[in-house]
């Protein structure tokens, strides 16, 4: 079974593009979710989606979104990009929200903010 | 909102060894769950064990255990005879009964395992 597929693995853009992320959850999970992991802040929870619908939102600005689509497949856009973007941004599927399902993670896709 | 707290930044261990990793929360539910979670240097991370608050027995998997304290809001990781395998950042984290795949983390502790 392939796991969680996050693409690109690995770009590099300037301070006010824009970016897209994409990733493709474990065959027959529903529920993706992502994460921002830098240096400073750690490990820090973006949003959720489920059945292409928004589930959680973390404390991020709203130049951070994301969208699910319906074969389960999600994207995030960060649009404006500031230097402070710069992260490792991890993607997670499960088979659903329930709270004893275990996470799959990605391997991530590496932002670098010039 | 709840908070998640590893004291260690780095431990080492000889191989064959035991360490514990320490981990404390702060949270205002009754109802919660807690994982360990290990990222390797090919930064995939993966589930270690999971412990439901509402359970009194301590988790195990294999050499992995944990050692939940409820009251203490405590839980650390206890790796027995450890493998060069073993090497990588660790992080607790921590998932509210009803906020769904959203977890809080620690900051991490980087283990180290010699040879």
């Known amino acids: 079974k392939a796991g969680v597929t996050q693409t690109p693995r690995y770009l590099i853009k300037t301070r006010g593009q824009q970016v897209t992320l994409s990733c493709s959850p474990i065959?027959?999970?529903?529920?993706v979710s992502w994460y921002q992991q830098t240096p400073g802040q750690g490990l820090q929870f973006l949003f959720e989606?489920?059945?292409?619908?928004?589930?959680n939102k973390g404390n991020f600005p709203g130049r951070f979104s994301g969208r699910q689509f319906s074969n389960s497949r999600s994207e995030m856009n960060v649009s404006t990009l500031e230097l402070g973007d710069s992260a490792l941004y991890l993607c997670?599927?499960?088979?659903?929200?329930?709270?004893?399902?275990?996470?799959?993670f990605g391997e991530g896709s590496r932002l670098t903010v010039l | 909102a709840q908070t998640v707290t590893q004291s260690q930044p780095e431990m080492s261990v000889q191989e064959a060894e035991t360490v514990t990793l320490s981990c404390t929360y702060d949270?205002?539910?009754?109802?919660?769950?807690l994982f360990w979670y290990k990222q390797p240097p090919s930064r995939q991370m993966i589930l270690v064990i999971r412990q439901e608050a509402y359970k009194q027995q301590n988790a195990t998997e294999n050499r992995f255990s944990v050692n939940f304290q409820k009251a203490a809001k405590s839980f650390s990781l206890k790796i027995s005879d450890s493998q060069l395998g073993d090497a990588a950042m660790y992080f607790c984290?921590?998932?509210?009964?009803?906020?769904?795949?959203?977890?809080?983390f620690g900051g991490g502790t980087r283990l180290m395992v010699k040879p």
């Open positions: 949270t205002s539910e009754s109802d919660y769950y």
């Open positions: 989606y489920f059945s292409e619908t928004q589930r």
């Open positions: 997670a599927s499960s088979v659903g929200t329930v709270n004893t399902g275990e996470l799959f």
């Open positions: 984290a921590y998932r509210g009964a009803n906020a769904g795949n959203m977890l809080t």
């Open positions: 065959s027959g999970h529903r529920s």
